[in-house]
């Protein structure tokens, strides 16, 4: 039984295949259709994983950060932001939101898209507004200050567009961290408000 020519033999001779003729011989089944990537095309990585309730898996965290922004060839400043904002709301769902010692408690996402990261941190903690909480007397003196709140007041100066909900057993908080790749073109397009 005589194979089917995988491409038509004009092709064969000149060594140029034209898409028609990658057409054809898809449709002849000797050819199977693989998804168009363009040379140029951004391709997307989103970080999207699990944290359990113990502070041994802020190591986790920081090795999930730093592996997406090197996929996306952000800053170390950005990194070093992102850090840090997440480790705060992490400790503080453990230490104060009551998630410590419960498996899966907090899960986190960071995405990037036109030089905006995009972070959503979810925790099954108890109901914890950040966007309300009030904001530290950063002008007393250290031993008149009293302890906490200073996470929050970082993580407010380090992301922007943060928005907080409650969905069931879940505070979902929203940010933006700006730094991203092409985040001057966002901020000149009102992609990323500040």
């Given amino acids: 039984m005589a194979k089917k020519a995988l491409i038509p033999r004009t092709a064969e001779a000149t060594g140029v295949v034209a898409p028609g003729l990658v057409a054809l011989a898809i449709a002849r089944g000797n050819l199977k259709a693989a998804p168009c990537v363009w040379h140029n095309q951004e391709i997307l990585y989103e970080a999207d994983f699990l944290l359990n309730g113990n502070l041994g898996e802020l190591e986790r965290l920081a090795a999930e950060v730093g592996r997406f922004c ?25 230490r104060h939101g009551g998630c410590e010692g419960l498996a899966n408690s907090t899960r986190v996402r960071i995405g990037c898209e036109a030089g905006v ?25 250290l031993a008149l200050r009293p ?3 200073f996470g929050i007041h970082l993580v407010r100066h380090l992301m922007r567009d943060i928005e907080y909900r409650r969905a069931g057993e879940w505070n979902q908080v929203t940010m933006k961290c700006p730094g991203g790749a092409g985040a001057e073109e966002a901020e000149e397009k009102g992609w990323a408000s500040r």
């Fill in 117 to 141: 990261v995009r972070v959503q941190f979810h925790d099954r903690g108890r109901p914890f507004d950040l966007t309300r909480a009030s904001e530290p007397d950063t002008m007393a003196p």
């Fill in 147 to 149: 302890a906490g709140g």
């Fill in 70 to 94: 090197a996929a996306h060839s952000l800053s170390e400043e950005v990194e070093f932001d992102l850090n840090l904002a997440l480790e705060e709301l992490f400790v503080n769902s453990v």
